[in-house]
């Protein structure tokens, strides 16, 4: 009777296999920076990570920053993540930063692939002194 359990046993584990584990990619974007993104067990992105580069109108000015990303997104499934424009404000010494992001990413095989635009309206004393963007960087992650 032990040795028909165990068959029955390992007969389920075989025919059941586990489910799928979320999974980190990381790469490089076309500014060669930093970026992450995480699936969760259905292979859908629940989260990301991406540092950026956004030269100025002020001539030999730039922001630089980092840019995370959670859901709700405007569209996710396990081929494509859509999002933004989206926005968020920070402070930085005595200026204010409103930060604008707008990001598509889709799944090739084993990659995902992406597109960010940014736009960052840097502000003090309540008036705008610089407008800082970026229309396209591309990245690839692993």
Known sequence: MPRTFTVVALA???AF?????????????????PVSLTTGADGVPTKGKIRWKAPCQKQGYSVRGATGWSPPFDQATPDILVD??????????GERHRITVTMKI?????????????RVLVSRKGKVID????????????
Request: hydrophobic share 30%.
């Open 131 to 142: 407008d800082c963007q970026f229309k396209r960087v591309t990245f690839t992650v692993r």
């Open 17 to 33: 296999p586990t489910a799928a584990t979320a999974k980190t990619f990381r790469g490089k974007t076309s500014q060669h920076l």
């Open 84 to 93: 933004g424009p989206k926005s968020y404000r920070t402070k930085v010494g």
């Open 106 to 118: 889709n799944r090739h095989g084993e990659r995902w692939r992406g597109t960010i635009a940014l």
């Open 12 to 14: 389920a584990v075989l």
